[in-house]
């Protein structure tokens, strides 16, 4: 479709697209994909880049270790990673497919059923064959399970004949293709006719009529408007409130969760690895509001964590360290600046379950024949809770403007505490799946 547009002192876009998505994370990818495999004219506008996937130190830094992009810090200086480039945070995350909440998503309208039967028929769901779990997390299981948890291998989105035992790139994104990102889902939109531009920053929605008609974006350092029939902000739980601040809704942004965790760890003389997949295995405590799971990191992240913890004696020990997250779900709280900064305090119940779980994780490492067990200092997970159902959001994740849609980890409406990708992926069907319905 072609249409002209206006040019106010800027390069503005002539075409039109039938749908923009801001953001490729699993929100955003998934809700293009699906878009554009029913020939919607789809167009992605993507902060980062799209360098290859090397798994290595470098392009993780790139991508996600820069201060104020990929690397956030919270008041009480809580490090927070997210992804900035094509995928978002699934490049680097650790492919848990944690079964989506489908009944508190229902509670507030929202019946993911038929996506989550879709995504487990499509996606590769399934705990780690036996050689693909590291001696780091095997050991951790065994104790835990002798100490009477119910600690199992978990569900992981993951390629397995693709997958490597003694790798230790998982976390700076596998580049052997083993871990799903949304990475795929945009090449395959892009393969279906979807465009993407990556470097392209958006800044605010462009709103016409009492609608939204586009967005305005800075790329290469030139500030552009593109115009489009419907606009999906899958920005992330930092980024989608930040544009619609900027876009006339001031009440958002506000008492957010970001699922805070600490690695807690402890050295053994009888294993040397310190190369597996994390998060391999674990138990969700939820009367007690958190999740243990096993957590091997790459030596740098290890000497990182270490540092910043000032424990220095800890830095050599990363091939003969256990660790285990205790990830805990948070009381909702805090602010996201017009900029994008995160402002949030961890509430005394907060702390209290991260201490409980230190405990309890203190007591499996022991048994598991660690000593010098200590822990990280907290760092936050995943943003989420800043654009809610119910809130801000109808049913089918629209704003109170007309044509502007959220898909991502902001639309989540309670304290959450669990891995969200799983549950991304069914909103960004079913949002795809509404907008097809409607815009025939
Ligand atoms: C180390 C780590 C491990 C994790 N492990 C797991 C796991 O095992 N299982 C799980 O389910 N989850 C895990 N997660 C969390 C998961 O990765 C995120 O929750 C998920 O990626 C969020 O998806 P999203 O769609 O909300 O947005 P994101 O993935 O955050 O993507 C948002 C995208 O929008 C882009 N963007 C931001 N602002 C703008 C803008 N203004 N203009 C244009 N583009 C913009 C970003 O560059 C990014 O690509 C992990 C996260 C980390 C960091």
Partial sequence: MEKKGKTIGMETQSREFDVIVVGTGPGGAT???????????VLLLEWGGKSPIRGNLVSYALQAGIPGKGLLFTSELLGMVRGIATGGGSVFYYGTAFDPPAEMFKRYGVDISREIEEIRDELPIAPLADHLVGPMSERIMESAQALGYSWRKLPKFVYQERCRPDCPRCNYGCPYGAKWSARMYVDEAVS???????HSKVTKVLVSGGKAVGVEYVRHGVRRR???????????GVGTPAILRASGFPGVGYDYFFDPLIAVMGVVDDIRGGKEFPMSAGVHMEDEGYLMTDMTIPAMLH???NAWALRFDSLHTHANTLQ???????????????SGGVRKKLAETDKKKLAKGYERAREILARAGARSIHKSRPIAAHPGGTVKIGEFLDADLKTGLDNLYVCDCSVIPEAWGLPPT???IALGKRLARRLTEVHR
């Fill in 31 to 41: 809700t293009a994909r699906e878009l554009s495999r029913k020939n919607r004219k």
């Fill in 192 to 198: 279906n006719g979807a465009e993407i531009r990556n």
């Fill in 226 to 236: 593109v115009h489009g029939e419907k606009v999906v902000l899958s920005a992330g």
């Fill in 303 to 305: 000497v990182t964590l």
């Fill in 324 to 338: 285990i997250m205790i990830k805990a779900k948070d009381s909702l709280g805090g602010r996201i600046t017009d």
């Fill in 422 to 424: 799983f549950s991304l």
